[in-house]
């Protein structure tokens, strides 16, 4: 029997819904919640990405501003918008729309947003809570995989869970946040000898390579979790993920499809992430 399908569209929508709710909560305290969205170049992901964002934010109720600069910005006129941003109280959010320019540091850029911003979670003070489990920003899209595991009510405890990939931004979190929840942690990437003799014995897999149907369902045990953050091409040009979709359902008990699965779950985190920024700031208002 195939596997179910997780369903990343409807969960989100209920996660957006319940945050609407809480927009609508601060609204009435007189706060409306800011994300600020810098967009550099004319990378045309990057514009589809923040299109999208701009879309949830409306859809929920926060207030958005997007800064659209030309890819020749300097990095120091790129690191002076961010700081006012920091200081600008009507924002609660701010994201800087990655890849950047060549003769941008990535790392500068966010080193330089206030970790009480950083809604994304990829400011180094929000890792370092994020890996001793103190309350911190939790990085979108592994956020968004542990919400619906939890949604489908997968039990995570013992259990043996291999992360194919390891980026700073989906593989190391998604990892972290599976270890909080005392799964038990396996770590692959492109230098793992014998990459299915790791898979095959795993209970759940997160797919993070970027490489289109990677994982086959020879490197899948029956009844295994799978969780599919690729976002590639197929051969004819059709949207597919890190997994051989068809072929792996049939083994898998649960499985996110590509499109549809993780991906509408990553801003919707964005999403919650800036409100709770939003009733953070509520807090120490009222607190001093």
């Not at 501003?65 to 961010?82: C, F, G, R, T, V």
């Not at 540091?105 to 994304?120: A, Q």
């Not at 072929?247 to 919650?272: C, D, H, Q």
């Amino acid at each position: 029997m195939a596997g179910k399908l997780i369903d990343g569209k409807a969960a989100a929508k209920e996660i957006r819904e319940e945050i609407k709710k809480e927009v609508d909560e601060l609204k009435a305290q007189g706060v409306v919640p800011g994300l600020a969205v810098i967009l550099v170049g004319d990378d045309p992901a990057s514009h589809t990405y923040v299109r999208n964002k701009e879309k949830g934010c409306k859809e929920v109720g926060i207030h958005s501003e997007i800064y659209k600069y030309p890819a020749a910005i300097s990095e120091a006129e790129l690191l002076d918008k961010i700081r006012e941003l920091n200081e600008d109280k009507r924002i609660h959010g701010i994201l800087v729309q990655l890849p950047l320019p060549g003769h941008i540091s990535e790392s500068k850029v966010i080193d330089t947003i206030s970790p009480e911003k950083d809604v994304d979670g990829f400011h180094p003070v929000n890792v370092g809570k994020m890996v001793i489990g103190k309350e911190g920003f939790l990085p979108c899209t592994p956020y968004g995989i542990m919400k619906l595991l939890e949604r489908e009510q997968i039990d995570l405890q013992g259990k043996r869970a291999v992360v194919i990939g390891r980026s700073n931004i989906v593989g190391k979190p998604a990892g972290l946040l599976l270890l909080q929840r005392n799964a038990t942690v396996t770590y692959c990437h492109s230098k793992t000898e014998n990459l299915s003799y790791h898979t095959k014995q795993a209970d759940i897999i997160i797919a993070a390579v970027g490489k289109a149907k990677f994982l086959k369902a020879e490197d899948v045990k029956e009844g295994a979790v799978i969780v599919d953050v690729g976002m590639n091409r197929d051969e004819n040009g059709k949207l597919c993920g890190d997994v051989d979709f068809e072929s792996v359902r049939e083994k898998a008990s649960f499985i996110t499809p590509v499109p549809g699965g993780v991906g509408p779950m990553t801003i919707t985190m964005l999403l919650y992430n800036t409100v709770q920024s939003a009733k953070r700031m509520v807090k120490d208002r009222i607190s001093n």
